[in-house]
């Protein structure tokens, strides 16, 4: 009986005997849908047993026959859905699924186009997850790539395995609930971001690639953290200041740092986003280079005077462009309108700053796929300045 990776390499093989009548999308299709069957529970490459590597094989033909014949679009598509599949299974096993070998074919991919900066984020997130995975030796292809193509340090490739040793602290600790958003590499490659802004340059090479891929299963994870039980107000907080960083996150270029206090102590900002893009770009054209971002994980809505001292702020920093994230939204009725969001129109036509509000509705259009980050903040802005369409 032929392995999964044999019924691909004869679907390839027919391919190239038939290239005149050749259809991508009908390849493209049939092996995504062939290989998630197989891959899933109860599969005969089912991503929790040994024979997961020989779906693995089949990604790696299918994508690279793709990808030599020009239909690069194809193979990314098909190495995300494999990404997503496995995220969304680990999900609901609620442990690990090995996903270091879709991350490196994804690294591999990027490299060969000499896109450095989607390079380096699937590199980091091969290395993420090799550390999940406890790798033997410390890591693999990923380690390898950071530390010689993109120039990582010895005390660089520690700090990430240090954040990647807090997360298995958490997950070996039994508490399934809090410990789902601890098993993806991508919290690993957040809250690498986030532990320093030394690190910045990992995340700051440009690309051609407009908008990293959500990852659905993880972004879940996290909103399952906002609306679970918290501690304390900060413990709420941080939540949502983890969540909005990896969002700014998927957009190349972009860096967020949290939790800035002002030079004389005046007043903290939730998270600073910096546009690090080493040449002019759409982003910074309609944003600037830096922009605040304003995190309320309230079951109350946010009231005048907290969107008034955020757009203080914005004023103080000299910054165009900020986003509130509410959990809930802003309100406050006065005389039949919404003050808050009036206050926000105000300063837009006194001085020409423009501040989005995503709230609870925004996220959960985010998490059903329906619409990207990127597009969401557009069609916002837009919706701001000019309306919406009739």
């Not at 032929?2 to 991508?24: G, H, K, M, R, W």
């Not at 340059?201 to 994870?221: A, D, G, K, N």
């Not at 609306?227 to 270029?253: M, N, Q, R, V």
Request: charged letters at 25%; hydrophobic letters at 40%; glycine letters at 8%.
């Amino acid at each position: 009986m032929a392995s999964v990776t044999q019924e691909i390499q004869a679907l390839i093989q027919a391919a190239a005997a038939n290239q005149a009548n050749f259809d991508p999308v009908g390849f493209l299709e049939t092996v995504k849908e062939r290989l998630k069957k197989a891959c899933a529970p109860g599969g005969e490459c089912d991503s929790l047993s040994p024979n997961h590597l020989d779906a693995q094989g089949g990604y790696f033909v299918a994508s690279d026959f793709l990808a030599q014949n020009g239909f690069v679009s194809a193979a990314e598509q098909l190495l995300f859905s494999w990404w997503h599949n496995v995220g969304t299974r680990q999900l609901t096993e609620q442990r690990h699924v090995y996903r270091a070998g879709n991350a490196y074919k994804l690294t591999q991919l990027y490299l060969r186009q000499g896109d450095m900066g989607a390079a380096l984020r699937w590199a980091l997130l091969t290395q993420a997850d090799d550390l999940l995975s406890e790798h033997g030796e410390g890591g693999g292809a990923g380690r390898q790539w950071l530390r010689t193509v993109f120039g990582a340090s010895e005390a660089e490739l520690s700090a990430l395995k240090e954040v990647s040793d807090e997360n298995l602290k958490v997950v070996k600790s039994g508490s399934v609930q809090d410990s789902k958003a601890d098993w993806y590499a991508e919290d690993i490659v957040v809250r690498f971001a986030l532990k320093d802004t030394a690190y910045e340059h990992f995340y700051s090479l440009p690309s051609s690639v407009r908008e990293f891929p959500i990852s659905l299963p993880y972004f879940r994870t996290l909103l399952d953290r906002i609306h679970a039980p918290a501690t304390s107000t900060k413990e709420k907080g941080d939540t949502l200041e983890h969540l909005a960083s990896y969002l700014f996150l998927l957009i190349p270029g972009w860096f967020p740092s949290r939790n800035i206090l002002d030079e004389n102590e005046g007043f903290e900002t939730d998270v600073l986003v910096s546009n690090l893009n080493p040449t002019s770009n759409l982003t910074a054209e309609l944003l600037g280079r830096h922009f605040l971002v304003e995190c309320k994980n309230w079951e109350r809505s946010m009231q005048v005077r907290d969107v008034g001292y955020f757009l203080h702020r914005m004023r103080l920093t000299h910054c165009s462009f900020g986003v509130i994230i509410a959990a809930s939204d802003v309100t406050g009725k006065i005389k039949g309108e919404t003050a808050a969001r009036s206050l926000i129109r105000r300063a837009f036509h006194e001085d020409g700053n423009t501040c989005i509000v995503l709230d609870s509705d925004d996220l959960q259009a985010l998490a059903s796929g329906e619409i990207t980050f990127w597009s969401m903040l557009l069609r916002e802005i837009q919706r701001f300045r000019f309306g919406k369409p009739k």
